[in-house]
């Protein structure tokens, strides 16, 4: 079985500009939906625990729809639906690449929606009462006190999902987004050796998540507080 493997094809498409483009403009993609999906969950985030109804429905409502229908089916939607109803998306601007971008920040906004929310509530909310009464606005409370200790929380889950928007990226090749997966299809129906393309396609993910699992390691130990190593205070006694 091995000796049909073909190295020489396999070293080739792992090596070809098309091949190495393809991931980079999958992790393009992949830290521009990342991007503008925290941004985005962070307020709908904050939208969920506000006292008004309305706006706590419109959150529930956002997430219910995007974690409810497929991530294929939101793409090809925002690709050849959205342009019927808005004609201003029949523009040459509207390339395939932002329509991914658009589909896949949408979806995982709710997602990271959830894990805000989840990071906000870790807090002790006794330190929010502790920071008005310091005579601090919720906006420096958030900013200074609930942030950075959710900060921590938060990096474990968030590397996650920045891990599977990276594999969703593949997703978009249905809409004639060039990345990674679209190139080693291209090259496995000109050549026929799937194993061999596709194996160079897989040693391309697993270096890019492999890559992206030590940051997030290091991004941990770096919001990780503790005290070893530290020096005792010393308390002098008057």
Partial sequence: MLASFDTHTFWGALTSGPFWKGALLAIALTCATMGAAVALGFFLALGRTSKRRAVRGFVFFYSWLFRATPTLLQLIFIWDALPQFWGVFNGSWFTPFFAAWIALSLNEGAYMAEIIRAGLLS??????????????????????????????????????EFITVLKLTSLASVISVHELLTAANEDASVKFQYAEVYSAALVYYLVI???????QSRLERRFTWTSRGRKPVEVVHA
Wanted: overall charge positive.
């Fill in 209 to 215: 998540v492999s890559v992206l699992m030590i940051l």
């Fill in 123 to 160: 807090v002790d909310p006794g330190q929010e009462v502790a920071g008005r009464a310091l005579g601090m606005s919720r906006r420096q409370i958030l900013r200074r006190v609930v942030v950075p200790q959710a900060i921590r929380i938060v990096i474990p889950p968030t590397g996650n």
